[in-house]
Nanobody
């Protein structure tokens, strides 16, 4: 069982920055692929970014060049640095983990990001 707890959400003006954190329990964190997803009101959840065990990253086109995902295995934490935020980035952001396959096994409770124009 892996528990994920997100933090760092809040209200920011367009063009501003936020850094989200996701703290994970468990002793094999370094082996997990960690992902960030988001869901805006009335929309389906969408993929934002992921980082695998080796540090390889992948981003949705909508955030490429603005968001950076990173991990600190010593702290069992994954981060999402969000720069140049736009109103359309507003959503509840979730982190998730997977060990094998393509489906994410564990999800956090989410953290709200609000971007004012």
């Amino acid at each position: 069982q892996v528990q994920l707890v997100e933090s760092g959400g809040g209200l920011v003006q367009a063009g501003g920055s936020l850094r989200l954190s996701c703290a994970a329990s468990g002793r094999t964190f370094s082996s997990y692929t960690m992902g960030w997803f988001r869901q805006a009101p009335g929309k389906e959840r969408e993929f934002v970014a992921r980082i695998n065990w080796s540090g390889s990253t992948y981003y949705a086109d909508s955030v490429k060049g603005r968001f950076t995902i990173s991990r600190d295995n010593a702290k069992n934490t994954v981060y999402l640095q969000m720069n140049s935020l736009k109103p359309e980035d507003a959503a509840v952001y979730y982190c998730a983990s997977r060990l094998k396959g393509v489906e994410y096994d564990y999800w956090g409770q989410g953290t709200q990001v609000t971007v004012s124009s």
